[in-house]
């Protein structure tokens, strides 16, 4: 199985709210793999990094189940995000609509994520949004496509999808 090797030195994302120092010096990510192969298509550097901008506690986001994960999939097919409702975004995430935000004026949107685990998402005040996979592991691994659900004042203007591994 090919694998890529993944380099980070040294990540500052979210205005040093995310600092990662770390090194992989072997394959960390198994690209050979189906789910890694379609979670590429979903990556989307951001242009001119560091991406700054404020980084969302947990409350204002949420991961889509894995069983939910082909339906977020197909609402995302051809698009980077999707405005929803609290009732779809309830059904996606289990959670009663009442229950799906503490902010009453965010809406909720379904974004493109792509990992394992570690996830977080961080926005500008342009309205540009990064959300950030990321795995810990000494082993080659394959990373899927993912879609959260984020509470947002105001519509995403762009949505960058990044994934890093750490060892």
Partial sequence: MAAISVR?????????????VASSQQGAIDMS?????AAREWLRACPDPPFGGKLLDGSQWKL?????QPGADSMLHKVSW????????GE???????LTSK???????LLRAVGIDGFGIGV?????????GAALT????????????????HAPREVYVVFYAYE
């Fill in 8 to 20: 980070i030195c040294c990540i500052g994302l979210f205005l040093g709210a995310w600092t990662a």
């Fill in 33 to 37: 793999a189906p789910s890694s192969r």
């Fill in 64 to 68: 889509v189940p894995k069983s939910k």
């Fill in 82 to 89: 999707v405005r929803l409702t609290n009732a779809q975004a």
């Fill in 92 to 98: 996606l995430v289990n959670l009663s609509p009442a």
């Fill in 103 to 109: 902010n009453k004026d965010a809406v909720p949107y």
């Fill in 124 to 132: 500008r005040p342009n309205g540009d949004v990064m959300v950030q």
């Fill in 138 to 153: 000494r082993r080659p691994v394959a990373v899927e496509r993912r879609a959260i659900i984020a509470w947002l004042q």
